[in-house]
């Protein structure tokens, strides 16, 4: 086979697998976002699935933006391999390229101006609490996001309970967001003695907690794209040379 008829191989079957996960994250994602009652149904049949599992339905133009990006990638990588196509390699190193840059250029302004990130969120914190106490429990999609948010990290609003006071949707219901007590249904008058934290609060401590294994994966991903550069680059200059 030779070296860069294994190179063509790896590239091949390493872009392969990204084009078909790509398909079936932004075929969830479409689905999810067109007919949200079935996919509903489907979750609530599933045997011992937990409740929260529901919450799918609110990312679904994530999972769009995520497996069109993937799909793009994988049909260049394999096409540029198989059919020998440099401007398809180059554009895959291209992508990979800008995508590696901005790992790093925001690894490093995480790591140098991490203090100063914290205040910038925390600025931001005022309107984001704006925002939950205008629009939770009136906009679907602000509400869907935040429910999300707090199942997912256990948390209640930005900060605390506090910034669902005088809320729209306290003002409607006389109760918080179950979130944000221990027991249901949280009625108005025990969320004052909420000890749930805020989310912005149990991020921080969740990548604090987990600083090691986001290290490890992000070097692991960083590697996997040095690779995937290193390998188009390879197949780019050998075909070249052989035109």
Not at 162 to 178: A, C, R
């Amino acid at each position: 086979m030779g070296c860069f008829g294994f190179l063509k191989s790896m590239m091949f079957l390493f872009n392969g697998i990204i084009f078909l996960a790509g398909a079936a994250i932004l075929g969830v994602g479409i689905w999810v976002k067109v007919d949200s009652g079935s996919v509903l149904s489907f979750l609530q049949n599933i045997q011992g699935a937990p409740g929260e599992l529901g919450q799918v339905l609110n990312v679904g133009y994530l999972l769009i933006a995520v497996g069109a990006v993937l799909l793009i990638l994988g049909f260049l990588g394999c096409c540029g391999a198989i059919k020998e196509s440099r401007c398809m390699l180059l554009l895959f190193f291209i992508i990979i390229l800008i995508v590696f840059i901005a790992e790093v250029a925001g690894a490093i302004v995480l790591l140098v101006f991490k203090p100063q990130a914290e205040n910038l969120i925390k600025q931001m914190g005022g309107e984001v609490v704006k925002s939950i106490r205008n629009d939770y429990g009136k906009n679907k999609d602000i509400t869907g996001l935040w429910n999300t948010t707090m199942t997912t990290l256990k948390c209640c609003g930005f900060n605390n309970y506090t910034d669902f006071t005088d809320s729209y949707f306290v003002k409607n219901t006389s109760s918080y967001p179950d979130q944000c007590c221990n027991r249901v249904p949280c009625i108005k008058d025990t969320a004052f003695n909420s000890t749930i934290p805020g989310c912005f609060p149990a991020l921080k401590k969740l990548v604090d907690d987990n600083a090691v294994i986001i290290i490890a994966v992000a070097l692991g991903i960083a590697v996997l794209e040095l690779v995937a550069m290193i390998v188009s680059m390879i197949l780019y200059c050998r075909i070249g040379s052989k035109a």
